[in-house]
C-alpha cells in the first residue's frame, strides 16, 4: 500500500470512528417532567401543585402537574410513560409492584422511589346529623370512596367485610364525597389523606363532623389483608370541633418517577426539596414528615439512582 492510500485509509477510519460516535445516542436532560398527582379536593392536589412549583424554582427543570384518579391512575401513568412523576399510596405501589388485585397478575413496573411525602392517617367521617358513632353502625349504609379502584375501595372493602350487610360503596372525587355527606345522600366518607383534607374541612366547616374511629375486627381485618397499613391517630384538632385524636390506619405515601429520567435531575430534583427547612410552610403541613429518614418506610420498592445518590450523602441510604 502507497503512503497516499494508507493516509487514506486512516483518514477515513478516524472519519467512520467519528461519524458512529457522532451517531451514538446521548442521554438528554428533559427541560420540563409531568407530576401526576390526585383527585380535586385531596391533599395529593396540593402537595403536589405546590412541590412542582418548588422544584421548578430551584432547578432548571420546569415540572407541571396533572390532576389524576389517585394513585393506580398515576401507577398506570408511570408505566405507560405518560407522566415522569407521580404521588402514590404504597398500598397501590405494592400491589402494582407484585401483580396483585386490580392489576390482574400483571406486575406494573418501570418506575422507582424518589422521596417519602407523609403518613396518610385515613378518616372516617359523618355528621352528628347521622346519629352514626360507631364503625359498626354503618352496615349497609352508603359510605363514599373516592374514586373507583383506588387504594380506598380496596382499604375500606377490608373493613366493611366485618359487617353484616357490608356498606354499599359510593363513589367519586373527595368534593363530591363532602358534599355527599352534607346532604345526606351518603352516611359517611372513607379516605386516606393527610390532614387537613380539604373535603373534610369543607364538613366540618359546613356542619358539625363526627370522626369515626378504626378499630377491634375491623382494624384487625384490614391488616392481615394488607401487611402495610400501619396504626396510627389522626391527630387531635386537625380540623374544627375534633378536639380528641381518633385511632385509625396508616398508609405512608412516596413521590415515585419513570426510570428513564436521567441520575442528574432526579438528584437536582430530591435536594432541592431536602435542602428546605420549611416544606410544611410551603407545600402541605404533612411535609413535615417529608425527611430523608424516612425513606425507609419504604420496605420493597427500588431507589432511583439519583435519589439514591443525595441520600448517601445525606447519611440516609439503606
Not at 372516617?124 to 352514626?132: E, P
Not at 375500606?156 to 357490608?166: D, E, I, Q, R
Not at 346532604?183 to 373535603?199: C, E, H, N, Y
Request: overall charge positive; aromatic content about 8%; charged content about 15%.
Amino acid at each position: 500500500m502507497t503512503t497516499c492510500r494508507l493516509l487514506a485509509a486512516v483518514v477515513f477510519g478516524l472519519a467512520m470512528a467519528m461519524t458512529g460516535c457522532a451517531q451514538r445516542p446521548q442521554p438528554i436532560a428533559p427541560s420540563s417532567l409531568t407530576m401526576s398527582t390526585g383527585a380535586a379536593g385531596g391533599t395529593f392536589v396540593e402537595y403536589g401543585d405546590r412541590l412542582a412549583k418548588l422544584m421548578s424554582t430551584a432547578t432548571s427543570v420546569t415540572v407541571t402537574t396533572r390532576n389524576s384518579g389517585g394513585s393506580l391512575d398515576n401507577l398506570r401513568c408511570l408505566n405507560e410513560g405518560k407522566c415522569d412523576l407521580a404521588l402514590v399510596a404504597m398500598a397501590s405501589a405494592y400491589e402494582a409492584w407484585h401483580g396483585l388485585q386490580w392489576t390482574k397478575d400483571k406486575p406494573l413496573r418501570g418506575y422507582s422511589v424518589m422521596l417519602p411525602m407523609y403518613e396518610t392517617p385515613f378518616h372516617l367521617a359523618t355528621t352528628q346529623a347521622s346519629q352514626v358513632t360507631r364503625f359498626e353502625q354503618l352496615a349497609g349504609r352508603k359510605v363514599g370512596v373516592g374514586p373507583k379502584g383506588g387504594a380506598n375501595e380496596l382499604i375500606f372493602s377490608a373493613l366493611g367485610a366485618t359487617l353484616n350487610p357490608p356498606p354499599e360503596m359510593v363513589y367519586g372525587t373527595p368534593t363530591e364525597m363532602a358534599d355527599g355527606v352534607i346532604r345526606g345522600s351518603i352516611t359517611a366518607f372513607f379516605f386516606g389523606a393527610g390532614a387537613p383534607v380539604p373535603a373534610y374541612r369543607d364538613i366540618a366547616e359546613r356542619s358539625s363532623i363526627v370522626f369515626l374511629p378504626i378499630a377491634g375486627a375491623a382494624l384487625a381485618s384490614a391488616q392481615k389483608t394488607f401487611p402495610y397499613l400501619t396504626n396510627t391517630v389522626l391527630p387531635a384538632n386537625s380540623y374544627k370541633g375534633q378536639v380528641q385524636p381518633v385511632p385509625t390506619l396508616g398508609l405512608w405515601n412516596f413521590i415515585l418517577v419513570r426510570n428513564e429520567i436521567p441520575a442528574d435531575v432526579v438528584y437536582a430534583l430530591t435536594r432541592s426539596t431536602f435542602v428546605r427547612n420549611d416544606l410544611a410552610t410551603v407545600v402541605h403541613p404533612t411535609a413535615v414528615q417529608t425527611k430523608p429518614e424516612n425513606l425507609n418506610a419504604n420496605t420493597f420498592l427500588p431507589i432511583h439512582p439519583g435519589a439514591l445518590r443525595y441520600y448517601k450523602e445525606a447519611g440516609a441510604a439503606p
